[in-house]
């Protein structure tokens, strides 16, 4: 692996372990050149993802672009690191899973917001004013109301 400082290409690895749930490797690696620490990750990749965005360009699945997308929605929200890994890694497993190689930028962001939906509602909003692509206020509240149990329901009558 080469050095990230000085681009060596024989650095050490120190230590190895299992994260995410055991379905990576992180890896602590030393450069002897530089003296330098760094961090890896390995995972396993059941298959290469291409993906078609809307206007129909194809694009190669980047897990860090869906990682970074995923962190912002979840910035400041209190869940822990490591649960947000293992929800990135489950969503990535469950694209690989579909068994097609082509997914089209929907059903990605169909499928992170069915994710944010069930752990945490304000980064399932955070997410859904991007990808949705909200204009006004107004968008937030129609969609906030549509997440809302109708209040006429909830009433007891009498």
Do not use: W
Request: proline share 4%; aromatic share 6%.
């Amino acid at each position: 692996m080469r050095c990230p400082f000085c681009g060596n290409i024989d650095s050490q690895v120190k230590d190895s372990r299992p994260a995410e749930d055991h379905v990576a490797i992180r890896r602590r690696r030393f450069c002897p050149a530089c003296g330098g620490r760094f961090t890896t990750y390995e995972r396993v990749q059941l298959r290469d993802l291409v993906v078609i965005k809307t206007n129909g360009r194809r694009e190669d699945f980047d897990r860090d672009k869906l990682e970074r997308s995923i962190r912002i929605a979840l910035q400041k929200r209190p869940l822990d690191p490591e649960r947000i890994d293992q929800m990135i890694s489950g969503i990535v497993r469950r694209l690989e899973s579909l068994g097609e190689t082509d997914i089209a930028s929907k059903q990605i962001g169909e499928i992170v917001m069915e994710t944010l939906a069930r752990i945490d509602t304000v980064a399932y909003v955070r997410f859904a004013s991007v990808y949705k692509n909200f204009q006004e206020a107004d968008d937030f509240d129609k969609f906030v109301s549509e997440l809302r149990p109708d209040k006429d329901k909830a009433k007891p009558e009498g």
